[in-house]
């Protein structure tokens, strides 16, 4: 719990920098259903489709 905390502490420092843009990929952002998932945390061959079409789309919409 300490741990995760310190991340998302962290995390928001570095996305006060000018220039740092954080994405934020939620299951409900990237569509995904736990039918994507081959267990609690790691994706399946769909699901990590679907995460790259997202991630992709993002960082069309970001880039210069």
């Known amino acids: 719990a300490a741990a995760t905390a310190e991340f998302r502490e962290r995390l928001r420092e570095l996305e006060a920098e000018p220039g740092v843009i954080v994405l934020r990929a939620s299951r409900e952002a990237v569509g ?29 919409e970001v880039s210069p």
Not at 48 to 60: E, I, N, Q, T, V
């Open 32 to 60: 995904l259903s736990d039918a994507d998932f081959a267990d609690l945390i790691h994706l399946n061959h769909v699901g990590a489709r679907k995460l790259s079409a997202w991630l992709r789309g993002r960082l069309s």
